[in-house]
């Protein structure tokens, strides 16, 4: 640990006075998600439970955020929101970064007719506002959590394209890319080996920043109903039902709202000091 | 307007059509290639096998996909979007009928993006880490992180319940009647005939969902405004006009603004979309009767011909935001427009 | 009896605030200038050369944490203790600015002609536009640019380096200032451009009758150029001698280490030299002649 924190990205990273704590704060959520069913109070209530007696308590010592209309405890089940919105946005992200940034290094780095199909292609997805697409698709599928992690990936890939597209062809340009191919390497050694490299800081930015973004865009989906299904907690549907019981049972909606907030505020703060460390102006 | 911004208007123009096309067939793909068939859906669990033949025949579902989608294009041309299959109007009608409210409040909400963002953006700028800096720094950022369903309940509450100050649904208040149709836009309408209480009433109306889309993009855009005249000012240009005494204003105002929107427009443009998707949950928080309700009630309901014109009128929409922000930077930005552009 | 310096800066300090204290850049400097000489002020990164120039033209003084202290003369005003009006009365009109990247200095956004109109109006506010679009061709072609026209509508990078730097210099003398500030004119230059331009600006400004205080790492240039030159180390003057005299007779162990460092004819930048030599900090050598004048009694200190 001290040979980190006496090397210079560590100390750029801890100039931000912000860094650090949102550090702190985005591996408090992870440890929550990962260890969830042992860290919830009622690890039970994310289940289909119900508990007339305790149903819609104000926050106390036995359930802090309170309990909802079918009794269950908010606390634990915004923990377990997390987990849902961590897994989705592995997910997501495990599927639509390969595939887009593997498509945007090829188009970069090729040009030629794969260049313009490719960045046609991706031009198309992106003229569709992301959350309008993601939304018809879902609105066209089951509403499962499966379908909804097939639908944000799907509107998600275009945006690695692109980055990775803009990266590649600049990097394309660069000595070491030249000086590789007078040797002779092949091309996807090339890539490979020489560009992907290099594009690894940028886009591991961006997969931190957007793993707050698709806390957002999951939370907007299935509080539209378009996400999974009751009774399996998620943070946006929490706060639609919630909504329905303001301003009398506030805490239905702020907690699982706040959550959302804090959940998006942690990653973003901490994609931020990432980009301070990487340094990245293009 | 110069020629060379002419011709670059034009290709943009040409290229965002052609991905229009490419939205549409997307879009189509997808509403057809899904998992489910799209008749039963639409008439529900209860209706017969006859029912349901018939309407796949009405809908030509049992063709080829191309040929669907030739008849689609066929239709569309004739001004045809198909039948809603939960409204039982033809879509373009519905369309007709939503989409003026929506751009109501998708106007309002960039009018407040720009008019906010950018001068507050300014202004934290100016007074760099500072009390105010810090201020605006810390509202972008909660305007960023925040979903705008999050931000209409918010103001809902505030407004509805802690101090009634503004309407919280609909577009006008009971037993107020909506001006004459010219645009759809209520407020334009209503001041176009005079009728000053049914603007200022639906004025009113506008404001909470309009912050609510608003707030998220005044966050970015006051962010990156703040971000790059921070930046444009530590440029030497900027030192030299200060050198030879450039009245502060002037330079604040003109020398050194006009470089550093460059990076705000191209976010703008960004923002845009992001408005167009919140849209959605905003209008359904305050039912407001726009477009963005209208799919989302399509998507809801799986109304296949609803949800692919909405799409398109969406993206649509997206395409000519782009590219009038495109031009925006082109004009602003010699570089772009005089250096000769890589055809994309 | 000889007439007061133009510019006179006598027991300079300046000191910038930082997360560990005030850090004192320059440790009580003094150089002069008189109308229609060429002075330069000579040193390498960091010696403090450059923050004596932007005190000069008002831009360090403002800004928060800046502590300068001591005498700055110009013409009659005590430049640290006249506020940002008077400073704007003269930047621009009475003392100008040539900066080191020339495109750099010019904003990419705005056409040269708009920029140079920009400057016109400091002198003279009102000007037309039509007027200021005259007198800026007519710059331009004193500082021998043949399509003055063409190039007042282009923008920056469109023109070259050679050419922008032109501009620049033109700018500088548009509104007749007394004192000219050059920071390290034509280092972003190709060195054959960079004789060319430096020629044509000297005598520019010998025909306007300016001063020069020209900051420069750069002695084949200093050599050529300048009247007098003072020699800048960590934030003390170390030497002062006419130029002649420091060439043939450079007295100040640093001075005769950074001469000898150099090769003198291509003129580059100087390579970093051994730190912590400590003839480095041997008290300042003035040769003959070069003592500095006196302070003027009537203005307060």
Request: charged content about 15%; hydrophobic content about 50%; aromatic content about 8%.
């Amino acid at each position: 640990m001290s040979k980190l924190s006496r090397s210079p990205g560590w100390y750029k990273f801890r100039r931000n006075p912000l860094s650090v704590p949102s550090l702190v704060l985005v591996v408090l959520i992870i440890a929550l998600a990962v260890f969830a069913p042992v860290v919830a109070p009622y690890p039970e209530h994310a289940g289909a439970v119900v508990d007339f007696i305790n149903a819609s308590l104000p926050p106390s010592w036995a359930h802090p955020f309170g309990t909802d209309v079918a009794g269950r405890d908010i606390l634990s089940r915004i923990i377990f929101g997390y987990r849902i919105s961590l897994v989705l946005g592995v997910v997501v992200l495990g599927i639509a970064v390969p595939i887009g940034v593997t498509l945007g290094l090829v188009a970069g780095y090729f040009g030629g007719w794969v260049d313009y199909v490719v960045m046609r292609i991706t031009d198309i997805f992106l003229s569709v506002p992301p959350l309008v697409l993601a939304m018809a698709i879902m609105g066209l599928l089951e509403p499962t959590l499966l379908n909804g992690m097939m639908a944000v990936s799907a509107m998600w890939w275009p945006w690695y394209t692109r980055l990775a597209y803009n990266l590649a062809r600049s990097e394309s340009r660069e000595g070491y890319v030249l000086a590789a191919e007078v040797i002779g390497a092949s091309k996807a050694h090339i890539l490979a080996r020489e560009i992907l490299p290099n594009c690894v800081p940028a886009v591991f930015t961006k997969i931190t920043l957007d793993l707050g973004f698709v806390i957002l865009i999951a939370s907007s989906l299935s509080f539209l109903g378009l996400g999974v299904q009751p009774p399996t907690p998620d943070l946006g549907s929490m706060v639609a039902e919630g909504a329905q019981y303001l301003p009398d049972t506030w805490w239905m909606a702020v907690f699982p709202a706040l959550a959302i907030l804090v959940g998006v505020l942690g990653f973003n703060l901490l994609g931020d000091g990432l980009r301070d460390i990487l340094d990245q102006r293009q | 307007m110069s020629s060379s911004l002419l011709k670059a208007f034009a290709l943009r123009l040409w290229t965002s059509l052609l991905v229009l096309v490419g939205v549409s067939i997307l879009i189509f793909c997808i509403a057809r290639v899904i998992p489910g068939d799209p008749a039963r859906i639409a008439l529900g669990p209860d209706a017969s096998e006859d029912q349901v033949i018939q309407l796949r025949e009405r809908l030509h579902l049992n063709e080829p996909l191309p040929v669907q989608y030739l008849e689609f294009v066929r239709n569309f041309a004739a001004g045809d979007l198909g039948m809603s299959l939960y409204t039982r109007r033809p879509v373009t009608t519905d369309i007709g009928s939503f989409l003026p409210a929506t751009l109501e409040l998708v106007f309002l909400a960039g009018l407040l993006v720009a008019a906010i963002g950018i001068p507050v953006g300014v202004l934290a700028a100016r007074y760099r880490d500072r009390g105010i800096d810090h201020v605006v720094r810390l509202l972008a950022l909660l305007g960023v992180v925040t979903p705008s369903f999050v931000w209409a309940i918010l103001l809902m509450l505030i407004f509805a319940f802690f101090a009634e100050l503004l309407p919280v649904a609909g577009r006008l208040s009971e037993g107020v009647a909506p001006p004459p149709t010219i645009v759809g836009m209520y407020t334009i309408d209503a001041l176009i005939a005079g009728q000053w209480t049914t603007f200022l009433d639906a004025a009113r109306h506008m404001v909470l969902p309009g912050l609510a889309l608003a707030l998220s993009g005044i966050g970015q855009i006051a962010r990156m405004t703040r971000a790059s005249v921070a930046e444009t000012y530590a440029a030497p240009y900027i030192e030299m006009a200060q050198a030879y005494g450039f009245p502060e204003r002037r330079i604040a105002s003109r020398y050194a603004l006009r470089p550093a929107m460059i990076p705000t427009l191209t976010i703008l443009g960004l923002d845009f979309a992001n408005m167009l998707g919140a849209a959605f949950l905003v209008e359904q928080v305050f039912a407001w009767p726009g477009l963005a309700r209208y799919g989302v009630q399509a998507i809801l309901h799986k109304d296949l011909n609803a949800i692919v014109g909405v799409v398109l009128i969406v993206s649509a929409f997206f395409l000519i935001v782009n590219i009038l922000v495109d031009m925006a930077i082109a004009w602003l930005n010699p570089r772009i427009r005089l250096e000769p552009r890589r055809a994309m | 009896m000889i007439e007061s310096p133009l510019l006179q800066i006598r027991d300079l300090t300046l000191s910038f605030a930082s997360s560990h204290g005030p850090v004192e850049v320059l440790h009580g400097i003094s150089l002069h200038v008189r109308r229609g000489e060429k002075v330069a002020l000579v040193g390498e990164s960091g010696s403090g050369k450059s923050v004596t120039a932007r005190i000069v033209t008002g831009l360090l003084q403002s800004q928060r944490g800046t502590q300068a202290n001591g005498y700055v003369r110009y013409e009659d005003q005590d430049l640290l203790k006249i506020g940002e009006r008077a400073f704007r009365a003269l930047r621009g009109i009475r003392l100008s600015m040539v900066f080191q990247d020339p495109t750099s200095a010019l904003n990419p956004v705005f056409t040269i002609g708009d920029q140079f109109r920009e400057v016109l109006r400091r002198a003279s506010p009102d000007i037309s536009i039509p007027e200021a679009r005259r007198r800026a061709a007519d710059a331009l072609s004193h500082v021998l640019i043949h399509e003055p026209d063409r190039v007042l509508d282009s923008y920056p990078f469109q023109l070259s380096g050679g050419m922008n730097q032109r501009v620049l210099i033109a700018m500088a003398l548009a509104n007749r200032p007394a004192l000219l500030v050059a920071d390290e004119p034509g280092t972003a230059l190709d060195v054959t451009v960079q004789d060319r331009t430096l020629k044509l600006m000297t005598s520019l400004i010998e025909q306007a009758g300016a001063a020069v205080l020209f900051i420069s790492h750069n002695l084949g240039v200093v050599r050529e150029f300048a009247d007098r030159v003072y020699v800048i180390y960590r934030g003390r003057i170390v030497e002062h001698a006419r130029t002649a005299d420091l060439f043939a007779n450079p007295r100040h162990p640093y001075t005769r280490a950074l001469l000898s460092a150099v090769p003198k004819i291509t003129g580059e930048p100087l390579p970093p030299l051994p730190e912590d030599n400590a003839a480095f900090s041997a008290p300042p050598v003035i040769h003959d002649g070069c003592a500095e004048p006196p302070v003027r009694g009537d203005i307060p200190q």
